[in-house]
Nanobody
Framework: QVQLVESGGGLVQAGGSLRLSCAAS????????MGWFRQAPGKEREFVAA????????NYADSVKGRFTISRDNAKNTVYLQMNSLKPEDTAVYYC???????????????WGQGTQVTVSS
């Protein structure tokens, strides 16, 4: 069982930065693939980024490549999403997820956090 708690969301102006954190419970954190997804009002949940258990592999949605960075600290059971050059279209609820398969689909992740709101004003 893995429990996930996100933090770090908020309101930021376009061009600004935010860092999201996701604290995970469980002794198998370093074996788990971690991901970030987001869902804007009226839209489907979409993949943002994923990182392998060791942190050696990462994957990003095209819409965030070059602006967002996913990282993890296995000693702290925490995964991060550094978001730079934010745009109004990045506004969404951001969800942390944990799973066992390194794929960019929500079906690959079995554990989800409660979400944290990110709002980017123009």
């Amino acid at each position: 069982q893995v429990q996930l708690v996100e933090s770090g969301g908020g309101l930021v102006q376009a061009g600004g930065s935010l860092r999201l954190s996701c604290a995970a419970s469980g002794r198998t954190f370093r074996s788990v693939v971690m991901g970030w997804f987001r869902q804007a009002p009226g839209k489907e949940r979409e993949f943002v980024a994923a990182i392998s258990g060791s942190g050696g592999s990462t994957n990003y949605a095209d819409s965030v490549k070059g602006r967002f960075t996913i990282s993890r600290d296995n000693a702290k059971n925490t995964v991060y999403l550094q978001m730079n050059s934010l745009k109004p279209e990045d506004t969404a609820v951001y969800y942390c997820a944990a799973g066992w398969i390194f794929r960019a689909t929500s079906q690959a992740f079995g554990y989800w956090g409660q979400g944290t709101q990110v709002t980017v004003s123009s």
